[in-house]
C-alpha cells in the first residue's frame, strides 16, 4: 500500500504561482512513476505531469508545458508540482498518483495509476 497526501494548494490571481507537494508513505519503490492529475467541476480528471522516479525523466500535458515544474526529493519521499503564470482555466482539484508499472513514456490515462491523494484545490482567479 502507498499512501498519498497532497498540500499546497489555494487561491491566486492569474499571473500567479503555486507549490504543490505530495507526500508518499508505506511501500514506495524506486522504479514508479509519479503523476498528477486535474479535475475540474464537470470535467473528466486530466492528466498534467508526471516523473518516473528511477531516472528523474519527466512528461507534461502541453496545456502546462513551459509553466509547470515537476521535481522530487526522493530523501522525502516527495514529489512536488511548480506552478507558474497560472490562468483561470489551471482552477481545479489536483491529485497525486503513483503507477508501480515500468514504462517507457508515462502514462497519461487516470485508470493506470495505482493509489491516489485526496486532492487540494487550486483555484485561480482572473
Known amino acids: 500500500q502507498v499512501q498519498l497526501i497532497e498540500s499546497g494548494g489555494g487561491l491566486v490571481q492569474a499571473g500567479g504561482s503555486l507549490r504543490l507537494s505530495c507526500v508518499a508513505s508505506g511501500r514506495t519503490f524506486s522504479s514508479y512513476i509519479m503523476g498528477w492529475f486535474r479535475q475540474a467541476p464537470g470535467k473528466e480528471r486530466e492528466f498534467v505531469a508526471a516523473?518516473?522516479?528511477?531516472?528523474?525523466?519527466?512528461f507534461y500535458a502541453d496545456s502546462v508545458k513551459g509553466r509547470f515544474t515537476i521535481s522530487r526529493d526522493n530523501a522525502k519521499n516527495t514529489v512536488y508540482l511548480q506552478m507558474n503564470s497560472l490562468k483561470p482555466e489551471d482552477t481545479a482539484i489536483y491529485y497525486c498518483?503513483?503507477?508501480?508499472?515500468?514504462?517507457?513514456?508515462?502514462?497519461?490515462?487516470?485508470?493506470?495509476?495505482?493509489?491516489w491523494g485526496q486532492g487540494t484545490q487550486v483555484t485561480v482567479s482572473s
Open positions: 498518483a503513483v503507477d508501480r508499472s515500468i514504462r517507457a513514456i508515462p502514462a497519461r490515462v487516470p485508470s493506470l495509476y495505482e493509489y
Open positions: 516523473m518516473r522516479r528511477s531516472d528523474s525523466f519527466t
